[in-house]
């Protein structure tokens, strides 16, 4: 992981008092220097309040960047803009401001909301990272952001109602090492869609943040605000299974004044016991920030960090010595009465520039994604060797699935095999060998003969009944593996059930085999084959012989927009929606519709394969306890047979039942194991077709929306391919207004629109809340508070 120490940027607070006597600042080589001689001076003659050490004067600071006297944008472009971009690149981002009260770290932060041009960091993150995004249309975002403050170690959630009462405030602090890394467990984690939609949950959580102010008798600048956005991202070219995660976090933190300034209650005025509150606080969590930072600024930083002291520097765990890269402001207000404040703020933020953090980017894995990719891989190499099969002319290789006919024709393959004369030319031709997976499965089936042989021949001696069991194998054996009611082990249940016959309505029996009995299938996109209609599986509903007629009428989207556009709506289409939605998906809908349909008829298909499949592993599971147990009773009579306390030689020697009996577990355990890797297979297949039929509705039935909307005249279609609300086009002297203005700031400056209505949406709320403010005061005096 690459190694990086925290960037630290000075910023300044323009004032007319600037202190020019006492501060020097060099913008070019990045230092401050403070000369605090003449303030001792002054303050000698007084009682000495500043709190400066007595024998030092003379304070000397170097910066990465000093910015004195800068413009907003700025501020951005010169450092906060490469942490912003390597956030969408893929790596974790923290941006803070710290310093004293009034030195402008929310000005730097969120700046003016109200003025574009003096918009601060977050906001301006916002959009750089939208307009980033757009560009990358390769990649497919998901983005969702967090915004919460620290007050009196308590966590407020700033995008919940902080007026209520009830609203939770016991936030646990977690940690992910593979994910989120450090983050508040339980907030409002909202997903945005658009920069305007997280310009607005960026200004509604500060207006939370200042009406709580009123409503909870606290101030807005005594808590420290975090505002995160978290970024996932995939690639969307084929299928993609890589995720990477990355997370911006802007941090506003509480004033850093001096205790004894803010317990000063020199000029008369009585400090009450919120204040004194939240300064002990505040200065306790910065106290501990500064020692962490101290912690990993001593070389090699590997001592103990004392994160988990306070809320603060837990959460910023990632920040300071983890896995981020790091901008701090130190924000100084330069004028004489600030001076301590100015030291203290410029030492931790010199000592902060030694704290290396190491950034890498996280990956993690998408499960059903590379179940999805290896899927698609496997079927892209059976093409190949299907291509590489037919230009060496060999052919009739299967790279498939074997279907159950086809494994019943196998079965069919070894048992004339083995019926056959040994040598005649019916056992050379009973088989033909045409791949190794073929061989294999010839050889399972050969097996599954075999065990039932066994299993036949056990019964029979349970029973009682050995001499009777000749012509069970044969049966199952003969032709066609067709089971006759005078085969001894004929049952009459199992005989109703035949291939191609649903079983409790879902899939098809395995059972004795005819021919021509298959199951669903379709054999062109839509229509269904003679075999569909004749199967009592049929569950395609919507394809009768007279959907297939009415879709002889062609529908295009061309034309209903030509019907809608003479007539107000489509005559053609019925208002009513459920019927419309049974003709859009015999017409335009159909290649969707057809599409889940074959979908469902392929997962009815797999679904009855996993029961046969889960029959057949339960048939072995039967088997192997039979087995076993008959080997445990085997076992336990030679120990019976052993004598009391000397050691028999023979008790560890299986005679040649036993022996038999193990090979045979071993098989079924063979048998069942690889019944259960198929099954989990055919599952996982099921879930994926589940997944894309899920997909397909839901495009078929938005796709009808927009359609049904066009062809009845609800939603004007501007042929375009961009609709509008019929009602947007008559538009009130409000919707006029609004449309007029927005126009103007786009041709102004087309990065500022989402900003001017995030803006509005924050006056809106804002109004809200001033009357519910007021309604409060009235209240409040009217029982004399
Ligand atoms: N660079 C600047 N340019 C113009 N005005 C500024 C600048 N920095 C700060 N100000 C103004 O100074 C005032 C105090 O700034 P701000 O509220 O950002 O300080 P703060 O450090 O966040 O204080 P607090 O700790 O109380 O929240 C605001 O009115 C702000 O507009």
């Avoid at 192997?624 to 009773?633: F, H, P, Q, S, Y």
Wanted: overall charge negative.
């Amino acid at each position: 992981m690459p190694r990086q120490a925290v960037k630290v940027c000075i910023r300044t607070r323009p004032t007319a008092n600037f202190a020019a006597n006492a501060i020097q600042i060099d913008q070019g080589k990045g230092t401050v220097v403070i000369n605090t001689a003449d303030k001792k001076a002054a303050d000698a003659t007084h009682t000495d309040t500043s709190g400066i050490s007595n024998q030092e004067t003379l304070f000397s600071f170097r910066f990465h960047h000093i910015l004195h006297n800068v413009s907003q944008d700025t501020v951005y472009s010169t450092l906060s803009r490469d942490v912003v971009q390597s956030v969408v690149d893929g790596t974790n981002g923290t941006i803070m401001t710290y310093g004293q009260t009034g030195s402008g770290k929310t000005f730097t932060m969120i700046g003016d909301t109200r003025n574009f041009a003096h918009r601060g960091i977050a906001p301006r993150a916002v959009t750089h990272i939208f307009q980033t995004m757009a560009e990358r249309t390769e990649i497919d975002f998901r983005v969702s952001c967090v915004y919460y403050e620290i007050y009196n170690e308590k966590v407020y959630d700033l995008l919940d109602d902080l007026t209520n009462s009830e609203t939770k405030t016991d936030f646990q602090i977690a940690e992910e090492k593979n994910g989120k890394g450090t983050f508040v467990r339980g907030l409002n984690e909202v997903e945005i869609d658009s920069e305007q939609d997280m310009l607005n949950h960026l200004y509604s959580g500060e207006l939370a943040r200042t009406t709580s102010q009123h409503k909870l008798n606290r101030k807005s600048n005594r808590s420290h605000s975090i505002f995160t956005i978290f970024i996932q991202q995939r690639a969307r070219s084929g299928v993609s299974e890589r995720i990477v995660s990355s997370k911006l976090n802007l941090v506003d933190l509480a004033g850093s004044e001096r205790l004894k300034k803010t317990m000063d209650d020199s000029d008369g005025i009585p400090i009450d016991a919120t204040t004194k509150k939240e300064s002990m606080m505040i200065n306790q969590s910065l106290t501990y920030l500064e020692q962490c930072v101290v912690a990993l600024s001593k070389k090699g930083g590997s001592g103990y960090v004392p994160y988990r002291q306070t809320k603060l520097t837990n959460v910023l765990k990632d920040a300071i010595g983890g896995n981020c890269q790091t901008l701090m402001f130190a924000n100084m207000w330069g004028e004489q009465d600030h001076l301590e404040e100015t030291i203290s703020t410029l030492r931790l933020a010199a000592r902060m520039m030694r704290v290396q953090n190491e950034t890498a980017t996280l990956e993690t894995f998408d499960d059903a994604m590379m179940v999805k990719k290896l899927t698609k891989e496997v079927k892209e190499l059976k093409q190949e060797l299907l291509m590489h099969d037919a230009m060496a002319e060999r052919s009739g290789i299967v790279y498939d699935d074997y279907t159950p006919e086809m494994k019943l024709e196998m079965r069919a393959m070894i048992e004339k095999f083995l019926a056959a004369e040994l040598g005649s030319d019916e056992e050379a031709d009973a088989i033909s060998l045409s791949s190794v997976r073929q061989m294999r499965e010839l050889l399972m089936q050969f097996k599954r003969i075999s065990l039932e042989k066994d299993s036949n021949l056990q019964r029979a001696v349970t029973a009682g009944r050995m001499g009777q069991t000749a012509g069970g194998f044969a049966a199952t054996a003969g032709d066609g593996g067709e089971a006759k009611e005078s085969d001894p082990d004929f049952n009459a249940a199992d005989a109703k059930e035949t291939v191609g016959d649903a079983v409790n309505g879902e899939g098809f029996s395995l059972g004795a085999a005819g021919g021509d009995l298959r199951p669903d299938l379709i054999d062109e996109v839509g229509s269904p084959s003679k075999s569909v209609q004749g199967s009592p599986t049929r569950s395609i509903e919507s394809f009768s012989a007279a959907d297939a007629a009415q879709q002889k009428t062609s529908y295009s989207a061309t034309s209903f927009r030509a019907e809608s556009k003479g007539s107000g709506r489509s005559s053609a289409v019925p208002e009513d929606k459920e019927e419309a939605f049974a003709l859009y998906k015999r017409t335009k809908g159909r290649p969707v519709n057809v599409s889940i349909m074959e979908g469902k008829a392929e997962v009815k298909s797999l679904k009855g394969k996993a029961k046969g499949l889960t029959a057949e592993c339960n048939e072995f599971k039967v088997d192997i306890d039979r087995i076993t147990g008959l080997i445990n009773k085997k076992k336990n009579a030679r120990m019976n047979q052993a004598q009391p306390g000397g050691y028999d030689e023979d008790i560890d020697v299986v005679d040649e039942e036993e022996f038999e009996l193990m090979k045979q577990q071993r098989e079924a355990k063979k048998g069942y194991k690889a019944g259960m890797r198929e099954l989990n297979d055919l599952k996982a297949k099921i879930g994926q077709l589940q997944m894309s039929i899920d997909d397909n509705k839901y495009s078929l039935l938005s796709d009808f929306d927009m359609w049904h909307g066009i062809a009845i005249g609800t939603v004007i279609d501007d042929g375009g391919g961009q609709s509008k609300s019929e009602g947007g086009e008559v538009m009130d002297d409000a919707e006029m207004f609004e449309k007029m203005e927005l126009e103007r700031i786009a041709a102004k400056d087309p990065d500022s629109v989402a900003f001017f209505q995030a803006q509005k949406t924050r006056r809106a709320n804002m109004s809200q809340n001033s009357l519910t403010i007021r309604q409060m005061g009235r209240n409040k005096r009217s029982v004399g508070v």
